[in-house]
């Protein structure tokens, strides 16, 4: 699921002026009555604390924000009382809704808003509409269009079954400084029928991004001997998913890096479930006997260093990992530095 305050939260329509919000927090868009009881049951419970968190209903709030780090850090700390008092770790299109509640997009106020009937994903009230339209046109809507776009096809499973046919044409001696170059390379110029980029092009560069990050940052500072091993371990911390669309990305760095012959990734986050993924190579790979394997845990990185099943990385990452103050962080942190091998954030 992904949360947009402009079109129904279960059957994905846009507003054309006709939706309805839930009665309490407000905050959730429906095209009917019908489609908000079909949610009530998942929604009712962190609506109910919400609702009595809020000093004003969501419509009527016209409170207005001098900037919008003003607007994000109230969202976020509102976002903290909510957790704090709710109990149970909220779903990410739970949390979307509270930090990307609708608003004026310039002054950020909740009440008597239009929505962009192009992208909808961006409001304002009656004041900023010249404002508006000045700042979000061009570039601004056609990003906000792709992304809803995007994000309809990744629910609707248009992205699943990725295909990674083209990386038998990345070797060693490819050339490319951004992902951009890397996608008209060797995957937009390849496509005999359809020249245009898609959803799955673009969901599929930030699954490579993972990989090509380790790859270019070592790149770059002259450090890919650290990499250029036989056998390759990497920790990722605070891991966001064990979806095997994503995870088969990584046999990029078999062929960037050919002496790598088994490349092992580990991935720890308490709220994965352990288990063991291969994905399938392609032929290439499978002919030098190459293999890519991901142990999945779910507990926290200390206590994975001290348990027997530990393997001492290569190299440790964290990917948008959020280092809290104080907490489990600082056992963890504290336990890497016995590691002695290279932390890449």
């Not at 063991?276 to 032929?283: E, G, Q, S, V």
Request: proline letters at 3%.
């Amino acid at each position: 699921q992904f949360f947009n305050p402009n079109i129904c939260h279960v059957c994905k329509k846009v507003d054309k002026g006709n939706f309805i919000s839930c009665d309490s927090c407000g905050l959730i868009s429906y095209c009917s009555e019908e489609h908000k009881t079909y949610h009530r049951e998942k929604h009712e419970r962190v609506c109910a604390v919400i609702a009595q968190l809020l000093q004003e209903k969501t419509q009527r709030d016209t409170r207005r924000f001098g900037d919008w780090q003003q607007w994000i850090h109230s969202r976020k700390e509102f976002l903290k009382l909510v957790e704090k008092n709710i109990g149970y770790t909220l779903e990410p299109y739970e949390k979307e809704a509270i930090l990307w509640s609708k608003s004026c997009y310039v002054c950020h106020q909740q009440a008597e808003l239009k929505t962009c009937q192009r992208c909808f994903s961006a409001n304002y009230c009656n004041e900023h509409e010249k404002a508006f339209q000045i700042k979000h046109r061009g570039s601004n809507c056609d990003d906000l269009v792709l992304s809803l776009n995007i994000d309809i096809e990744t629910i609707s499973n248009r992205t699943s079954n990725m295909s990674y046919g083209f990386l038998q044409f990345v070797n060693e001696n490819s050339k490319f400084e951004t992902m951009l170059e890397f996608c008209i390379e060797f995957v937009i110029s390849r496509r005999k029928n359809h020249v245009d980029w898609l959803a799955k092009d673009y969901v599929r560069s930030d699954y490579l991004s993972d990989p090509l990050t380790i790859y270019s940052g070592f790149k770059r500072i002259g450090s890919l001997e650290i990499i250029n091993e036989p056998l390759v371990i990497i920790h990722i911390l605070a891991a966001n998913s064990g979806d095997t669309n994503s995870l088969s990305a990584w046999e990029i760095l078999l062929h960037l890096i050919p002496e790598i012959q088994r490349l092992l990734i580990v991935l720890i986050n308490p709220k994965l479930e352990d288990s063991f993924i291969r994905p399938n190579l392609c032929k290439l790979c499978d002919e030098k006997k190459k293999d890519l394997s991901f142990l999945l845990y779910s507990m926290l990185y200390h206590d994975y260093i001290s348990s027997g099943i530990f393997k001492k990385p290569t190299v440790i990452v964290g990917f948008d990992a959020k280092f809290d103050k104080g907490g489990t962080w600082d056992k963890s942190l504290k336990s890497m530095q016995r590691i002695n091998c290279p932390l890449v954030l």
